[in-house]
């Protein structure tokens, strides 16, 4: 069970993410064939499966984009945001990410410590995993295995579209 504190500190980070990218008003649609928006994540896609990523598809990217950025993130985590995915300096032109697969780009360190795609792996109920896309108006100068707080920062004021998926997930123990 959360803390009054915990739930605090993850609905603080969550609104100061919305906050931040709110100046991106474009809307970029993001899609998956491996499962609906809304819709459980096939576990192939997690740590109780092959803990591959999933097919991603995305239209809508403006025209004036320099790159894509992609956060896959866990806001029902028990000690809060949890980042499962950071991936940067993706063409603009791209429309999507191969199953297992990622495109040409940069990737940061995951909060499980790692750089690369890590797969949902709750310890104990049903959560939401957020798969959020955006333009940006440029590149970014930010080196291969950096955190969530330097990729947010370097971020900051180049989002022109945004776009998001949920799916969820819950093991059985």
Known sequence: MMTKMG???VSTIFFATITLFAAGGAKIKITSSAFQAGGTIPSKFTCDGADVNPALRFEGAPAEAKSLVLIVDDPDAPSGLF??????NIDPKATEIVESSAPKSVQGKNDFGKSGYGG??????????YFKIFALDSDLDLAAGSKRVQLDAAMRGHVIAQGEMVGHYSRSH
């Open 120 to 129: 949902p792996c709750p310890p104990s109920g049903m959560h939401r995993y």
């Open 83 to 88: 980042t499962h995915w950071l991936i940067w």
């Open 7 to 9: 739930i605090v500190g």
